[in-house]
């Protein structure tokens, strides 16, 4: 039907949507903050170590790291800010590196591809 949008098309709007939103909402945490928690890279210990924990090892977040990290100055809007920016980041890192493995494994697949 002429004019529709594929439901890929839409996965992948809403993806970008949801992205854009987290970095560059309105919210209590800096955009800088938020990207580099977003993308796990260049924040300050103890922020470090408890957006590091949030995208890899999430079920080791303890208390503790959310005390250090709210007693270095973040509120506690900042860190929740800064949890969701990393777990979205997270999730987003895994999302682009699987449609890049199904782009590659559907260009394998073609009958024109050289391997």
Do not use: W
Request: net charge negative; hydrophobic share 40%; proline share 4%.
């Amino acid at each position: 039907m002429e004019g529709t949008v594929p439901d890929e098309d839409k996965k992948r709007a809403a993806y970008r949507t949801l992205v854009d939103r987290v970095l560059n909402g309105e919210g209590r945490a800096s955009a800088e903050q938020r990207a580099r928690a977003f993308s796990n890279d260049g924040l300050l210990p103890p922020l470090d170590a408890l957006i590091g924990k949030v995208a890899d090892r999430p079920a080791q977040v303890t208390e503790e790291d959310l005390a250090a990290a709210e007693a270095s100055g973040c509120t506690e809007d900042q860190l929740f800010e800064l949890v969701i920016c990393a777990a979205v980041g997270q999730s987003a890192r895994l999302y682009e590196a699987g449609l890049a493995a199904l782009a590659e494994a559907t260009l394998k697949g073609r009958p024109d591809h050289a391997t």
